[in-house]
């Protein structure tokens, strides 16, 4: 009788262990895996789901749902419908992500910002652009180049034309926080 009890004992502390190791292991797996996630990751993890709020350098917060993500860039759909790029270099604190990327298999688009800015350039779209610090302009993006682009000045009412232009401004992206399409 005894020996059962003894046998028993033993079994229970074998088993208890072999729980704690394999609680010990997912944890460390969960760190593991939490630990190779980027910002990118996870804003893929939100693509198409809730609003975040996101606090981008020059502009504040910015409650938005995120359409698109790229190597370097975020496509954000503001709540008042508007939609705006915003460099990931911009970005300060996303609030409101969760803790892994939940879509198997979801990826960022490979293209960098200067690509997703020539959609805007070759559609001749008015748009506004913030820089990090916070300086507004308005006007349409004439060209992108490597490391720059160049904003043709004009009031958003009236269309690109020589005679509308006041200036023409070059922009580094590393510059930018926010570029966003006028409606």
Do not use: C, K, Y
């Not at 000045?153 to 009236?158: K, T, V």
Request: glycine share 10%; no cysteine; proline share 3%.
């Amino acid at each position: 009788m005894r020996w059962e009890r003894l046998f028993d004992d033993l079994e229970a502390q074998l088993e208890a262990e072999a729980v704690l190791e394999l609680d010990a292991e997912v944890a460390d797996r969960t760190r593991r895996e939490r630990a190779s996630l980027t910002l990118v990751d996870r804003l893929v993890g939100a693509r198409g789901g809730a609003s975040v709020h996101v606090r981008v350098a020059g502009v504040g917060m910015v409650s938005a749902g995120v359409l698109d993500v790229g190597a370097d860039w975020v496509l954000l759909s503001h709540d008042s419908g508007r939609e705006a790029i915003v460099p990931l270099a911009a970005i300060r604190a996303v609030t409101g992500l969760r803790g892994r990327a939940i879509v198997p298999g979801a990826v960022a688009r490979g293209f960098g910002l200067g690509l997703a800015l020539r959609v805007l350039s070759r559609d001749r779209a008015v748009v506004d652009v913030v820089d990090l610090d916070g300086q507004r302009l308005v006007g349409t993006i004439d060209a992108i180049g490597a490391d720059t682009l160049d904003l043709a000045e004009h009031a958003p009412d009236l269309p690109r034309r020589a005679e509308n232009v006041v200036a023409v401004r070059t922009v580094p992206l590393a510059a930018l926080a926010l570029v966003g399409r006028r409606a």
